[in-house]
Structure formats: structure tokens, C-alpha cells
């Protein structure tokens, strides 16, 4: 079966600093894969998505950026974090949707800068 | 531009009422509308409608797809606590929108 991993859950830190956001697949291979940033009770923002390694799409212009480094891997990055930058993100990943839609999420990212 | 919009952005209702969210969307070649619960954290699967699956029904959840009035509803019949959460609409499988947060109180 697959699962979804994401780390860190929790993670306070102060502005001007680097972010590094993980996010890990198994049990499946190709997955097309997502990063999603919710404000508090709202929907999901899509920040970045990656249908193969090295491949990123870039929704929302911002200081965050994505790699791919390995089929089953996803990296949330920032070389210097704002204060807006506080939220929850969400890794997801899914099929290719002419199989299924439906999306997949990890537990979630919850990142405050102070 | 792609636009998803929930309505209402919440809503609190009686255990036992019966509740309708609205999504409205905006996209072009439309693929899929897909619906989520959000407790906590990760968001759960509950429906994905295409054009050829226009009506779902799952205990006492429902939601059909209008495409010509480019929207879709999600019915809860006989709201229970349990019910509480946050609902999200995606539409061509990733775009999401705001969310209606849903509160049933005993």
C-alpha cells in the first residue's frame, strides 16, 4: 500500500531564516506531487506541483521554492523566511488523473515565524 | 485564470439539520470535481465527479455536479458532531477552493 510521509510536523522559526520542508512517498513510483499551504480554517493554497524528477510548476510567485531530487521525494525550501510565510502546508501526491483524481495527503506542516 | 469558490465560508448548524455546501468554479477544460473533509490535518477523500458520474451518495453524504450551471453541491443529511470539519472542492484534480468550515453543535 502507499503512504504518504512529512516532516516536520511542527516547526517555529524566526524570521531570515532557511526552510526545508520534506516530503516522502513509498510504495508507488512516478507520483505526480504536490505542496499545498492553507491559511488557518481555509482552503488549500497550491504552491507547487511535479509530475517527474527535476520537473516543477510554480503557481504562486513567492520566496518558497521546490525540488524533486528523487522520484518519491519533495522539498519545500526558503533561503529566508517572511512572517507571511506562517501557515500549514500540505504534501500531497496522486495518480496521473486519467486513472483517478483523487489526491493523497501527508499529516501536514505546521511552520510559524516569529 | 482557474476559480474555485466554496460558499457559505462556515456555517453552524443543530445536530439533526440537514446542511447544502456550494462550489462554484471557473476552469477551463474541466476534468473532475473532487470533495474533501478536513478534521485535522491530512483531508479525506469523499467524491469525485465527472461528466459521466454527474451524482454520488455515500450514507447520509450526497453531491451532484451541475456543469452547465459550472458548480456542484454536497448535501449531509441528519448532521452529526462528528460532521464538523472543514469541507474543500478541488476541481481538475488540484485546484482547491476556500474551504466552508462546518460546525454542528450537540
Known amino acids: 500500500s502507499q503512504t504518504i510521509h512529512q516532516w516536520p510536523a511542527t516547526l517555529v522559526q524566526p524570521v531570515g531564516s532557511p526552510l526545508s520542508l520534506e516530503c516522502t512517498v513509498e510504495?508507488?513510483?512516478?507520483?505526480?506531487l504536490y505542496w499545498y499551504r492553507q491559511a488557518a480554517g481555509r482552503g488549500l493554497q497550491l504552491l507547487f506541483y511535479?509530475?517527474?524528477?527535476?520537473?516543477i510548476s510554480s503557481e504562486v510567485p513567492q520566496n518558497l521554492s521546490a525540488s524533486r531530487p528523487q522520484d518519491r521525494q519533495f522539498i519545500l525550501s526558503s533561503k529566508k523566511l517572511l512572517l507571511s510565510d506562517s501557515g500549514f502546508y500540505l504534501c500531497?501526491?496522486?495518480?496521473?488523473?486519467?486513472?483517478?483524481?483523487?489526491?493523497?495527503f501527508g499529516e501536514g506542516s505546521r511552520l510559524t515565524v516569529l | 485564470e482557474d476559480k474555485v469558490v466554496q460558499s457559505p465560508l462556515s456555517l453552524v448548524v443543530h445536530e439533526g439539520d440537514t446542511v447544502t455546501l456550494n462550489c462554484s468554479y471557473e476552469?477551463?477544460?474541466?476534468?473532475?470535481l473532487l470533495w474533501y473533509k478536513q478534521e485535522k490535518k491530512a483531508p479525506t477523500f469523499l467524491f469525485m465527479l465527472?461528466?459521466?458520474?454527474i451524482e454520488k451518495k455515500s450514507g447520509r453524504l450526497s453531491s451532484i455536479l451541475d456543469k452547465k450551471e459550472l458548480s456542484s453541491i454536497l448535501n449531509i443529511t441528519a448532521t452529526q458532531t462528528g460532521d464538523s470539519a472543514i469541507y474543500l472542492c478541488?476541481?481538475?484534480?488540484?485546484?482547491f477552493g476556500t474551504g466552508t468550515s462546518l460546525t454542528v453543535i450537540p
Open positions: 465527472t461528466s459521466s458520474g
Open positions: 478541488a476541481v481538475n484534480q488540484f485546484y
Open positions: 500531497a501526491w496522486s495518480r496521473d488523473w486519467r486513472v483517478t483524481g483523487e489526491l493523497f
Open positions: 511535479s509530475v517527474g524528477i527535476g520537473q
Open positions: 510504495g508507488t513510483s512516478n507520483p505526480n
Open positions: 476552469v477551463t477544460n474541466f476534468r473532475s
